[in-house]
């Protein structure tokens, strides 16, 4: 079926460092994968997203990498702050039968920067 | 967003009963969706729609309706509530589609006693 895996379920890093995300997708004709971020008690926004067509972005301290030919995706955060402390959901977008497209999420990483 | 309100915030219901939550978007979005989140599983897609008069299952549409008369509403209707579907309810829409950024409302809270 269409899934999307996502992990480590938990990551803990003393702030200063980096934190990496991993997700893998089942299907192949997926050409859309944003990554959202989750404060505790608030809604999902969007941090940064990558198309098929590039390998990867950055924005500032956030950059996603993907290799389409794994079927992989990943989220490096770098040089973490207390703030970056949340929950982070990747996503993979997939065409249903009927032609629309659909965003599959992953279970989601709660990530914890230590002081 | 303010774009994009749910109602209401927190519902407490019993099993059996049938359930209304409401998602109301302000930006004429073609793209909406309905999303529950538990713990373990992320955010699990319900049903989603790509215009009025057009909607389509997701990953886990049991005991759950939709409809989209208007462009801006999109409700999910619970027909007979379960424990199972105590979660959290995320609507969200956007512009063109799910290549394109999510906006999401602020979340119902559902428990059903």
């Known amino acids: 079926g269409e899934n999307v895996e996502q992990h480590p379920s938990t990551l803990s890093v003393q702030e200063g460092d980096s934190a990496v995300i991993k997700c893998t997708y089942s299907d192949s004709a997926s050409n859309y994968f944003p990554w959202y971020k989750q404060e505790l008690g608030k809604r999902p926004q969007l941090i940064i997203d990558i198309r098929s067509n590039v390998g990867e972005k950055k924005d500032q301290r956030i950059a996603v990498t993907l290799n389409k030919t794994a079927k992989h995706f990943s989220l490096h955060i770098t040089e973490t702050q207390p703030e970056d402390s949340a929950v982070y959901f990747c996503a993979a977008s997939i065409l249903s039968i009927q032609g629309a497209q659909k965003l599959v999420f992953g279970q989601g990483t709660r990530l914890t920067i230590n002081p | ?113």
């Open chain 2, 1 to 113: 967003d303010a774009g994009i309100t749910q109602s209401p915030r927190y519902k407490i219901t019993e099993t059996g009963r049938q359930v209304t939550l409401m998602c109301h978007q302000t930006w004429s979005h073609s793209y909406m969706f309905w999303y529950r989140q538990d713990l373990g599983h992320g955010l699990r897609l319900i049903y989603y729609s790509a215009a009025a008069d057009i909607t389509d299952k997701g990953e886990v549409p049991d005991g759950y309706v939709v409809s989209r008369s208007k462009t801006e509403n999109f409700p999910l209707t619970l027909e007979s509530a379960t424990r199972s579907q105590t979660s959290v309810y995320f609507c969200a829409s956007s512009v063109a589609g799910a290549n394109e950024k999510l906006f999401f409302g602020s979340g119902t809270q559902l428990s059903v006693l």
